[in-house]
């Protein structure tokens, strides 16, 4: 674990923890940090669906690592994650959050070339999570519905079914 990047961070308010689980998903994505990235998770029992012009579904933790994270943590990427709004009762362990996303990304060591390819998206997460035995706010389910983008969708697809194109 990284001192700059920690898994959990014991200051924060029950709201900002809520959310800190979606930010260590991303920021695991930009940092290449495995570790991070499944601290943001709630084991195995877990997705992640993609909205576009198709639905794409992962189920489980290790798919959403081999079809998700193994493809965009070693890519020169940034997520900028804004407009959060966290719903939770009181004193309840189930919680829902709302945020906008902005996403850039690049093959990798070619983020700080100005004529390297890029793909950016834009979208919004819809986040359902839960608090776990020790207290830490974790993802069951994470949506991400892209409502635009720009630049070469070629560069986040899977080299074999570029290949194929």
């Given at each position: 674990m990284s001192d700059m990047y920690p898994h959990y961070l014991p200051s924060l308010s029950e709201r900002d923890a809520i959310a800190d689980a979606l930010y260590r998903t991303t920021i695991g994505c930009d940092h290449n940090d495995t570790e991070l990235f499944n601290s943001a998770w709630a084991g195995e029992d877990v997705s992640f669906e993609i909205h576009n012009d198709n639905k794409i579904v992962m189920s489980g933790l290790s798919d959403i690592r081999k079809n998700l994270f193994e493809l965009v943590g070693p890519m020169d990427t940034t997520h900028n994650t804004?407009?959060?709004?966290?719903?939770?009762?009181?004193?309840?362990?189930?919680?829902?959050?709302?945020?906008?996303?902005?996403?850039?990304?690049?093959?990798?060591?070619?983020?700080?070339?100005?004529?390297?390819?890029?793909?950016t998206t834009g979208g919004e997460y819809s986040v359902d999570l839960i608090k776990d035995d020790?207290?830490?706010?974790?993802?069951?389910?994470?949506?991400?519905?892209?409502?635009?983008?720009?630049?070469?969708?070629s560069v986040i697809q899977p080299k074999s079914e570029a290949a194929s194109k």
């Open positions: 804004t407009t959060v709004r966290v719903n939770l009762k009181d004193g309840a362990d189930i919680a829902t959050l709302t945020a906008v996303s902005t996403a850039q990304h690049c093959p990798p060591g070619m983020g700080r070339d100005p004529t390297g390819p890029k793909y020790s207290g830490v706010w974790r993802i069951k389910k994470l949506v991400l519905r892209i409502v635009w983008t720009q630049g070469d969708p």
